[in-house]
């Protein structure tokens, strides 16, 4: 008591109060010397605007997850070693932990939607293109487009507003499918309106700039993993960093054992089937595929990792875009890709199309030389065929039920197999 006393006396202004503290004997001098330390504060973990892709929104992809990453419910596994330095920007992806109680922790990707390499060369050619400058305010400047302009004035986003984009998301649109983006577009409050009375002019430009530069996020968006899609949570953005659920790539499985091979080869095929036939009727394809595109979670459940690439045609309402509107060209169909790269057609795209890219580039790595020579022999025999186009007639459904024919017997029913396990035992599905 006498010492919170005492340490009222370099404080206190009042004559009376001061005469009251004297009376008690207080020693100004010894209430100094008596004053405790100030504590040291914890580190302090600095991203910089520049580092999150912050300073150049709202030509970026959101921040509903911002306020995880300075409240530290986002770490990069680079903030659990002693250093606790930030990674180096230059990356395109990270591996990180995300919590909700700062008790358990998830493993999560973070990603850029392109390099930042990329993203700074076409900050500049906005720049050079729109201002004649080298640098600008990249808002300011894709404002003034004719496209955006168009987006301000727009209620509903209809196919010509997202005409010459490159994304293959966008290839081939149809307006159920825009509406679906509008209603299920995670940056902003849910309204579950197709009409975009409820996106503010900011949210439109990053929706627009989202879709430029790569749909992957709008992907995860519309087409969520708790309704069986595909695709890892998208759990939110900051700038231009997105946060999803963790996946290892495919290509850490390359040299797994067979059975584990087998069952990854299997699910790849139950993807590809699942992306052809759907309730809602939309036919996915790839335009390309690399040991990036998909993942596997921990529990050995196979997702597709990046849906950059994946194309969209609507069989229910087909395509509303022609030729022409395919060709055309803004600042927007450039931000990332060479303004000259040719279109794919509509028309061109068939049910075998990402069966084939798969058989050629990622189903030999996983299954070459795994297993005993007749079996073996039958799935390369399959392999070969598949990767020249299915020549002989069989579609895409037939040529996939051959080949899980041949898997089926190889996998095995144990708890390395999480996603099904003990399921497996009491199901003739496995």
Not at 46 to 59: E, P
Not at 197 to 202: N, Q, Y
Not at 252 to 273: H, I, N, W, Y
Not at 310 to 335: A, P
Request: charged fraction near 25%; charge should be positive.
């Amino acid at each position: 008591m006498g010492r919170w006393i005492c340490c009222l006396c370099s404080r206190v202004a009042d004559p009376l109060m001061l005469l009251l503290v004297l009376a008690l004997g207080c020693n100004p001098s010894t209430a100094a010397a008596a004053s405790p330390s100030v504590p040291h504060g914890k580190p302090s973990y600095s991203f910089g605007r520049t580092f999150l892709g912050l300073d150049k929104c709202n030509a970026c992809i959101g921040t509903s997850i911002c306020k995880k990453f300075f409240k530290e419910e986002i770490r990069f596994d680079t903030w659990l070693s002693s250093h606790l330095k930030l990674p180096p920007s230059s990356l395109l992806s990270y591996s990180g932990n995300y919590t909700d109680d700062a008790k358990s922790w998830r493993r999560v990707d973070i990603t850029r939607l392109t390099s930042k390499y990329r993203h700074d060369r076409a900050d500049k050619r906005i720049c050079t293109a729109l201002l004649k400058t080298k640098t600008c305010s990249l808002e300011r400047a894709l404002r003034r487009t004719q496209r955006f302009q168009k987006w301000l004035r727009a209620k509903r986003l209809t196919p010509d507003l997202v005409q010459g984009l490159p994304s293959p998301l966008l290839r081939c649109p149809s307006q159920r499918l825009l509406d679906r983006i509008v209603r299920r577009y995670a940056e902003v409050p849910d309204a579950g309106s197709i009409y975009m009375d409820h996106l503010t002019d900011r949210d439109k430009l990053r929706l627009l700039y989202t879709l430029a530069v790569n749909s992957h996020p709008i992907l995860l968006q519309i087409f969520p993993d708790v309704e069986g899609w595909p695709f890892p949570r998208y759990l939110g953005s900051c700038g231009r960093l997105v946060v999803s659920a963790s996946t290892r790539p495919l290509s850490d499985f390359f040299g797994t054992a067979p059975e584990v091979a087998a069952d990854l080869a299997l699910q790849l095929l139950a993807v590809l089937r699942s992306m052809a036939t759907n309730d809602l009727n939309y036919f996915f394809y790839f335009t390309h595929v690399d040991a990036g595109t998909f993942g596997v979670f921990s529990n050995g459940h196979l997702f597709i990792r990046d849906a950059s690439t994946l194309g969209i045609i609507d069989k229910e309402e087909g395509s509303q875009l022609t030729d022409g509107q395919q060709e055309y060209r803004d600042i927007f169909s450039c931000l990332t890709v060479d303004c000259q790269s040719a279109f794919v057609s509509c028309d061109s795209i068939r049910e075998e199309h990402s069966l084939v890219m798969v058989c050629q580039d990622l189903l030999p790595k996983l299954l070459t030389g795994k297993f005993l020579p007749p079996v073996q022999g039958r799935i390369d025999a399959f392999l070969q065929r598949c990767a020249h186009g299915l020549n002989n007639g069989s579609g895409a459904s037939e040529a996939m039920a051959e080949l899980a024919e041949i898997l089926k017997p190889l996998r095995s029913c144990d708890s390395r197999f999480a996603y099904r396990y003990p399921d497996c035992r009491y199901s003739d599905k496995y």
